[in-house]
Structure formats: structure tokens, C-alpha cells
């Protein structure tokens, strides 16, 4: 399967970076009400950092409405335009900060002001650091910030739709088990020399339906969307129906070993 040509390590078809380092985000990623008590309108921008705030592959303005009507941190405050007057709540915010000592952490003390976050730019695809099941990219439709719990991805040898949609399938999934580290609890975490060794089927037959898997991955748990994937982008490379249920095994034997599921659950789960 490594040798198939229409099968890609990451590096070969995409490029990896890191998300914005902020240095203290509990003060630079804030709810809509904070934004409202301290008049933050003109610095806050549209930002996801975590698996509860996309629970698709689709990350647009109607995801981005449904997070902040929970209360989730949406907001991005980026003091892109800091040298000018700021209002006196903004400067007491800056305050409240300070009071926290934020200005005394590595990375904000190496910045002039503490609180003017650098890099700042935002990709078409997003991918979360840690992951529970398996890792998957998200489409960037609002092309919102991201922080370090996420990394920044652009698609270099087919379009992002393309990738996002190839990406979920049995192959990829036990090549993240393979490469990644995992903690307590059973996370997944992938580093960006890690995802560089992905390997990644990108058949030329594939015609990418980002909304179809959009709502495959909302309502779906992650073996009957890998299982429903491989149909379409391991088949694509020719594989049978029986090489994509080994390449599933493989996957979710490893993956219930990470989380250390149990006879009982690891049954239940296949019944299910």
C-alpha cells in the first residue's frame, strides 16, 4: 500500500505549522460577553482551539454562531493596531493582565508590548494537536485563528477539500496511531514531524463531498465513517473490501489499546 502511487506521506502533498502562539490564552481567547464588558469589538477576530468547537470537518459561520451562543472562548484578541489610542476599558483589560503577571511569561515578556501577539495568519485547514478517536482536518470555510492546540495546514499537491476528505480513512487513522504519542486518559497527540510521516491516499478518481462527510463525522462514531471512507478512498486505490477491513482492525486494535478499553467495552463498541 506505502508504494501505491496515489498514496502520499504528508510532507509530499502538504505543509504543517504551528497555530498562534499567544503565550497566556485565557486572556487572549475570549467569550463574546468579554468582548461587550471591556469594548474589545475592534481587536476580536473569529478563532476555534478544540474538538467541542467543531464537532465536523467544517469549520464556517454558522459552527462559529453555534459556539459563541454556547458561551465558548470565539474570540481572537489581537491587539493588531496596539500603538494607537486605546479606549480606557481596553487599557484595563491590558491592566487585568498585568495584575496576573501575564507580562512576566516567556513569551510575553519577549514582546513589545507583552500583549501585541506575532504571527498571526490563518490557513484554509486546521488540524487539532491531541485527538480522542483519531485525528481529522478541518475545513476553514470562516478562515479563523487558531492557537497552538491546532495546527495551521495549507494543501500543496491538490486542493484543501481534497485533502480534508481523503484524510479520514482506515490507512491514515492506524499511521497516526503508528507515528503519534499518547497520555493519560488515552489522547492522541501528533507533533508536525509526525504528521509530516503520515501516509495519505489521495486517489485521482475521489471526488471530495465535504458536506456529506461534514455530517457523516456529526452523526456518525468514528468506525462507521472510517469503515463508510474507505468504501470511496481506499477503493479508489484498488484495495479490496477485505484489505480495508484488515486496515480497520489494525486501527481499532490499536486504538482501544491507547485507550485501554476493556473486553466488555471493546465488545460493546463492535456491537454498536
Not at 151 to 170: G, H, M, P, Q, V
Not at 209 to 238: F, H, P
Amino acid at each position: 500500500i506505502c508504494e501505491h502511487p496515489d498514496v502520499h506521506r504528508f510532507d509530499q502533498i502538504a505543509e504543517v505549522d504551528v497555530g498562534i502562539v499567544t503565550g497566556a490564552n485565557k486572556f487572549f481567547l475570549v467569550d463574546d460577553e468579554t468582548v461587550e464588558r471591556f469594548g474589545l469589538q475592534a481587536f476580536a477576530h473569529p478563532m476555534f482551539g478544540r474538538s467541542e468547537h467543531c464537532p465536523g470537518v467544517i469549520y464556517d459561520e454558522r459552527q462559529h454562531k453555534e459556539n459563541a451562543r454556547l458561551g465558548n472562548p470565539t474570540n481572537f484578541i489581537w491587539f493588531n493596531r496596539a500603538n494607537g489610542a486605546l479606549s480606557k476599558e481596553v487599557r484595563e483589560y491590558i491592566r487585568l493582565g498585568e495584575v496576573e503577571k501575564l507580562h512576566t511569561r516567556y513569551k510575553c515578556r519577549i514582546r513589545k508590548p507583552w500583549y501585541a501577539v506575532p504571527s498571526v495568519y490563518a490557513t484554509k485547514i486546521g488540524m487539532l494537536k491531541r485527538s480522542h478517536d483519531t485525528p481529522r482536518l478541518v475545513y476553514n470555510r470562516l478562515e479563523a485563528y487558531t492557537t497552538d492546540t491546532a495546527y495551521r495546514i495549507n494543501a500543496t499537491a491538490c486542493s484543501a477539500e481534497k485533502l480534508i476528505y481523503c484524510f479520514l480513512n482506515a490507512l491514515t487513522a492506524l499511521s497516526a496511531e503508528l507515528e503519534g504519542r499518547h497520555y493519560g486518559g488515552g489522547v492522541l497527540e501528533l507533533v508536525p514531524t509526525e504528521i509530516e510521516k503520515l501516509l495519505v491516499p489521495v486517489p485521482g478518481s475521489v471526488r471530495p463531498e465535504i458536506r456529506k462527510l461534514d455530517t457523516l463525522v456529526r452523526e456518525s462514531n468514528v468506525a462507521t465513517v472510517l469503515e463508510q471512507q474507505n468504501k470511496t478512498v481506499l477503493g479508489g486505490l484498488g484495495l479490496s473490501k477485505s484489505d480495508q477491513g484488515e486496515l480497520l482492525g489494525a486501527w481499532l486494535r490499536l486504538k482501544n489499546r491507547r485507550q485501554r478499553l476493556s473486553e466488555e467495552e471493546v465488545a460493546s463498541q463492535s456491537q454498536s
